[in-house]
């Protein structure tokens, strides 16, 4: 049975993970000597309606689990939750799985039915996509490219190893919480992954000329929760990630679908597709904010924006000017530990690779901070930081009154703090399952810092809120 489990949990990540420098080792594969820059969209003319159609229909990772699951996994869910799942009606039974694993309803669907996150591969299983992380809802609406900001890959894994038990005749009750190979946890809170460690781990499974090699550990893993940033800013971006390390490629695009069940030969077919799903990235427009706002309190909060905050998050409206501005690690004060992530020697080993273009187009071998981000669709994109640990703007503008432990509701908007509703606590309550605590947001736990970005303190609070006022526009 262990091995069973192990296989689960390993196949489970191996397909979710979205990796940022998966390459290396390729450059014993290079085109020969030439020297004429490469076509990175290959000739072809991106389109980005085909591209989300690739999302949604083309699997480019492994099978997680089958269609009929969607149907079954209550069964091992806990007692209570059960008890509720097995009284309710069969819509209502998909609603409630669709909240416990945070999928998003696709959008024109009135009752769930497939979720957003996932594809179906025409043999009745499913496959991760990239709306698993990047399909979000907001205000109980789905935003396709808004992080997906409820999601529980560990709970998911794990439900969907004790099904397995359970239909192989074993207890699932006595199957472990799901983590990744090498100890890798998935999450350690609700609506954040571990996305960026997965990469590290995947390059582990390879051998410098991609032969997959199951047994090598990589190096220390430094293991974080991530919020991604909203898809519809990526337009304004001249380098992409938190740290802007990395450069705007298809290619760059692409580690996600690199599963180690998938041979290079295999990894790279993919690679047109990644040229129109870029294409659907650069062409996503940012939600507009759906409630009131007071357009005269705003106007100030745009003078005072431009004063304070402008000089690092740009300029919006005609005329609006994005500084793509990095900023020191010590001066933003933010959690480091993704700052600290991603170490050299793999940045080295990545450039020398197919997915830099065999040193074309380089990462960065040094990070130096954080990219101030676009605020473009701001309101939608709460919790706030790329650790996700501010759940709305007046903590972003609040530094010392961020709360030290918060729990979302599953739909609420808060319009007056703008962002997520939150209860918020002094410490997580004591005698929770890990599911339950995993829904307490614990600013104390590593990597989940919500310190640092100071620099609203320099405005008084009725200046704050107008800022807060004004960035609801944007
Ligand atoms: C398991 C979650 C997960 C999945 C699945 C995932 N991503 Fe991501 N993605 C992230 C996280 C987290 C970040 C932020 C990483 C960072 O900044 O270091 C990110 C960052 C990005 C960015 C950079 C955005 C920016 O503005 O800097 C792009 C583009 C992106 N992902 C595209 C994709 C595509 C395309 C897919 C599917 C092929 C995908 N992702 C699948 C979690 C995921
Ligand atoms: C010195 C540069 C700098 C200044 C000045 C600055 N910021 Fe930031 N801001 C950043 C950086 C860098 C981040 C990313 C921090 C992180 O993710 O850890 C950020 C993050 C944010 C975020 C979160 C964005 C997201 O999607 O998670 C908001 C909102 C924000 N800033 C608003 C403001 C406002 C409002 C002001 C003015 C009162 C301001 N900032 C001033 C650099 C700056």
């Known amino acids: 049975m262990t091995a069973r489990i192990v296989s689960t949990a390993r196949n489970f990540v ?17 085109f020969g000597g030439d020297k004429t820059p490469t076509d990175m969209f290959l000739g072809l003319t991106p389109d980005a309606a085909k591209g989300y159609e ?7 990772a492994t099978a997680i689990m089958k269609v009929a699951d969607l149907d079954r996994l209550w069964i091992v869910w806990e007692e209570d939750e059960k008890a509720k799942a097995e009284k309710a009606d069969s819509v209502e039974r998909r609603r409630m799985t669709f909240e416990r694993y945070g999928w998003a309803k696709r959008p024109g669907d009135s009752v769930p039915n497939l ?13 991760t996509n990239c ?4 399909g979000g809802k907001v205000a109980g609406q789905t935003i396709p490219g808004a992080g997906n900001t409820h999601v529980d890959l560990t709970t998911l894994a794990t439900d969907v190893s004790r099904l397995r038990a359970l239909e192989g005749g074993n207890d699932p009750a006595q199957v472990a919480e799901a983590i990744a190979p090498f100890k890798t946890p998935l999450n350690y809170h609700k609506g954040v992954t571990n996305a960026v460690i997965f990469a590290p781990m995947f390059i582990a499974l390879r051998d410098p000329v991609l032969a997959r090699e199951f047994n090598k550990h990589p190096e220390l893993l430094l293991h974080h929760d991530m919020n991604p940033p909203p898809w519809w800013n990526f337009k304004k971006k001249t380098r992409i990630y938190t740290d802007a390390f990395a450069p705007k490629t298809p290619r760059q695009l692409m580690p996600f679908a690199m599963s180690p069940l998938f041979s290079d030969a295999k990894f790279r077919s993919f690679e047109p597709n990644f040229v129109h799903i870029y294409q659907y990235i650069e062409e996503l427009e940012s939600p507009k904010y759906p409630f009131a706002v007071k357009a005269e309190l705003a106007d100030r909060g745009k003078v005072l924006f431009e004063q304070t905050c402008a000089e690092c998050h740009g300029t919006y409206g005609p005329g609006g000017k994005f500084p793509n501005r990095v900023v020191d690690i010590d001066e933003i004060g933010t959690d480091s530990r993704r700052f600290h992530a991603i170490y050299k020697e793999r940045r080295e080993e990545t450039n020398k690779g197919w997915l830099q273009y065999y040193g074309e187009h380089p990462i960065d071998l040094e990070s130096k901070g954080y990219l101030a981000q676009p605020l473009d669709g701001v309101w939608a994109s709460a919790p706030y930081f790329h650790n996700g640990s501010a759940p709305t703007l007046w903590a972003v503008m609040n530094p010392t009154k961020r709360p030290k432990v918060w729990k ?7 319009q007056a703090k703008v962002g997520l509703e939150v209860e918020t606590l002094d410490a997580v309550p004591e005698g929770l399952s890990s599911r339950q605590r995993r829904m307490y947001y614990d600013t104390t736990h590593i990597g989940n810092s919500a310190a640092g970005h100071t620099f609203p303190d320099a405005l008084e609070d009725d200046e704050k809120l107008a800022v807060i006022e004004y960035l609801k526009t944007l």
């Open 54 to 60: 690739i999302m949604m229909h083309e699997p480019m």
């Open 115 to 127: 979720p957003l996150d996932y594809t179906e591969d025409g043999k009745g299983n499913l496959v």
């Open 14 to 30: 191996l397909v979710s993970a979205m990796t940022v420098f998966a390459g290396m080792g390729l450059a014993s594969v290079a």
């Open 131 to 134: 709306f698993s992380c990047h």
């Open 408 to 414: 979302r509701t599953e739909d609420g908007y808060d």
